[in-house]
């Protein structure tokens, strides 16, 4: 017997709006709509587009060592977060695998946290296996999480509250959205500039409904979220980070804050410190995740072996797809270190043939981040 699907407080909307619904971490969620992948992409990109994200996981860590907490969980700088902050991090274990990421925002009175879906549950059981005598920890189930997120985003959100146009990147505010009180965030998971907003759930329908009465907004689901991070550079946890990666393998040496490193302030202290601080210091990995361009027009897909020139095989690829902003496949994996350099052609094997790819600059589309 198939196990009940959750859904999410828009899911009217979604069928409403004739979305064709998959499975995704427990959750029935939009895929596409009438639009298309491909569509609602380039939509995204040139004006605005809506994700239901209530998948995720969203939770408050409240007490005032809330921050010295996740300090002894993840390699980032959460104590000096600034109020109305966010900042993204990750949970290693001992092994300095990444057991997932996660976005962290500092509102004064809590922390306010979102975790990915798949990863929801053993998430919270780490948190509350780990979790001090003077941190409460409350799971928020009463709110939805939208995205609004393009060059557009900006002008459609101000109309319902001209707070938003001030923010900057990783700025949060609680805000009036709608008649509700929201969690907004100027950040998300497209490399456009936009918003992400938890909104209370008994508003979401409203919220989303005022959205999409712009002529700029169009709904995008699962489909194109996931060309558009990864033509954008952003990893999947469970496809291109997951518990047997370090951050400094999978290229996100800049998600370790500087004070939470061997010369820092506050140095160590997380799960698996000792081995992520000593790659830093040798530089010492066998492999790298690496951005893929494709010289031929087939896409090369999750999955897929990687091979030099000698038909050796060097790595895989994580993440794939056709990236319809530059007409061109976009991957992104791992290869042995010597086959990392950028400009170094590899082969991907494709139904038995071998596919040539260039090891290519991430992003592979130009963040387009508001910063001020």
């Keep these: ?56 996981g969203q939770l408050r860590l409240i007490g005032t060592n809330a921050a010295a907490f996740m300090e002894t969980l993840v390699p980032v700088d959460i104590i000096d977060l600034p ?43 780490h948190l509350q296996a780990n979790l001090p005598a003077d941190v409460e920890m409350q799971l928020i189930e009463d709110r ?9 985003a900006v002008d459609v959100l101000s109309k319902l509250n001209p707070a938003v146009a001030n923010m900057v990147f990783m700025d949060a505010l609680k805000l009036e959205l709608a008649g509700a009180e929201c969690y907004v965030s100027r950040s998300g998971y497209t490399g456009e500039d936009g918003y992400e ?3 209370p759930a008994d508003a979401a329908q409203r919220l ?4 999409l009465s712009d002529d700029d ?34 290229s996100l040496l800049w998600g370790i804050s500087k004070n939470r490193r061997s010369d820092g302030a506050r140095a160590g202290g997380f799960p698996g410190c000792d081995i992520i601080l000593e790659q830093i210091k040798t530089k010492q990995v066998s492999r790298k995740r690496i951005g893929l361009i494709g010289v031929s027009k087939a896409p090369v897909r999750e999955g897929s072996k990687l091979f030099d020139a000698q038909g050796n095989e060097i790595g895989i690829v994580t993440s794939g797809t056709h990236g319809p902003s530059i007409a061109k496949p976009v991957a ?4 042995s270190i010597e086959f990392a350099t950028l400009e170094t052609e590899v082969f991907a094997e494709v139904r038995g043939k071998k596919l040539a790819m260039i090891v290519s600059k991430m992003p592979f589309v130009a963040q387009s981040y508001f910063r001020g």
Excluded at 4 to 25: D, N, R, S, Y
Excluded at 29 to 51: D, N, S
Excluded at 208 to 211: I, S, T
Excluded at 221 to 242: I, K, M, P, Q, T
């Design 332 to 335: 992104m994996g791992y290869v």
């Design 83 to 125: 109020t109305g902050k966010q900042r993204y991090a990750f949970f290693t274990n001992e092994q300095g695998g990444i057991s997932d990421d996660l976005m962290i925002t500092n509102f004064g009175d809590h922390l306010f946290v979102v975790v990915n879906a798949a990863c929801k549950e053993q998430d919270i059981k």
């Design 144 to 152: 939805a999480l939208l995205a609004l997120q393009g060059p557009k």
């Design 197 to 199: 907003i938890s909104v």
């Design 217 to 250: 907004v169009q709904w995008v689901g699962l489909g194109a979220r996931d060309s558009l991070r990864l033509e954008c550079g952003l990893c999947l946890y469970g496809h291109d980070l997951d518990e047997t990666t370090t951050p400094v393998e999978a």
């Design 208 to 211: 989303a409904q005022q959205l």
């Design 1 to 56: 017997m198939s196990e009940q699907l959750l859904t999410t407080p828009l899911h009217t909307l979604h069928t409403e709006a004739g979305a064709k619904m998959v499975p995704f971490a427990g959750y029935d969620m939009p895929v596409q709509y009438k639009l298309g992948v491909k569509k609602e992409h380039l939509h995204c990109r040139a004006a605005a587009g809506l994700f239901d994200v209530s998948h995720m």
